[in-house]
């Protein structure tokens, strides 16, 4: 199957909303589009949100259906673009967060760039799970019960994490896989705490 055919007849939502980084969204979009798939910009808002660039407020981008009418069983796969003030509004909304939180519980492929894993962290479905980041998120990815290394890109069980907007090829590159593999096995609550009490324990400097 050639690149462009891999996503064929999946739908895959982006969870987005004010603050979002624009290049976040647009780039693995532009990817997903070119791999077949129908990308669907889903977020509390409708209309618009405002997008965030390199410092600044950008352009807006068109929300393709509010949160409150999003299912996860509509979708086969879940992409969150980052940016500092997106995934921190939110988290602190309840539909997001379940909307989040519903993709893993049927082992939907998932991909979180930047400071999106902070909702992986609300929707508490991080223990047990090998991520990386934004940096500052490490302590509540850790907190959480997850570990944080500092890679380009991370895969665990369908879900792909990387730390910024450099990594986005990378990042792409791995979201179109697991997308195209499908569903995974959920990982039980037992699975995950094993996980997560097997994870290396970080130690001072000076106690090493």
Known sequence: MTAQMQLQGKRVAILATDGVERVELLEPRKALDEAGARTVVVSPKTGKIKGWDRGQWGDDIAVDQSLD????????????????????????????????????????PVAAICHAPWMLV?????????VTSWPSLRTDIRNAGGEWVDREVVTDEGLVTSRKPDDIPAFNRKMIEEFAEGVHQPLSAAVRQQRSQERPVDLPIDAR
Do not use: Y
């Open 122 to 130: 609300e929707a508490d479905v991080i223990s047990g799970r090998t």
């Open 69 to 108: 009418t999003a299912r996860a069983e509509d979708f086969d796969a879940l992409m969150l673009p980052g940016g500092v003030m997106n995934p921190d509004r939110l988290r602190q909304n309840q539909l997001a967060v379940q909307f989040v939180r519903s993709f893993f519980d049927v082992g939907k």
